[in-house]
Nanobody, 125 residues
Framework: QVQLVESGGGLVQTGDSLRLSCAAS????????VGWFRQAPGKEREFVAA????????YYADSVKGRFVASRDNAKNAVYLQMNSLKPEDTAVYYC??????????????????WGQGTQVTVSS
């Protein structure tokens, strides 16, 4: 059974940086992508970024492009989200998720078969 565990959330100020980690276990990932989503209170869960386990160019939502960087460390079975120049509107619970095999629709929640429990990121103004 695939398991994903996020860590690294916290309370920061506007302009600060934070790095989220997603530890993956319990399955094979080389045909999957790992995505990051976030959900703010009263809003739908939205796509943030995604990266294929095998590598390649990450994908980003327009709202975080140029500020967030997704990366992976296959040896550690981990995916990271480096978040820079944080804004109050980045405040949300952040989730990592793994797609089914050979999925390419990275921005769609329906493409993701496994989800972590989420980690809270709060950016104060």
């Amino acid at each position: 059974q695939v398991q994903l565990v996020e860590s690294g959330g916290g309370l920061v100020q506007t302009g600060d940086s934070l790095r989220l980690s997603c530890a993956a276990s319990g399955g094979t990932f080389n045909t999957r992508a790992v995505g990051w989503f976030r959900q703010a209170p009263g809003k739908e869960r939205e796509f943030v970024a995604a990266i294929r386990w095998r590598g390649g160019t990450p994908y980003y939502a327009d709202s975080v492009k140029g500020r967030f960087v997704a990366s992976r460390d296959n040896a550690k079975n981990a995916v990271y989200l480096q978040m820079n120049s944080l804004k109050p509107e980045d405040t949300a619970v952040y989730y990592c998720a793994a797609t089914g095999p050979y999925t390419s629709d990275f921005e769609s929640r329906g493409a993701y078969a496994y989800w972590g429990q989420g980690t809270q990121v709060t950016v104060s103004s």
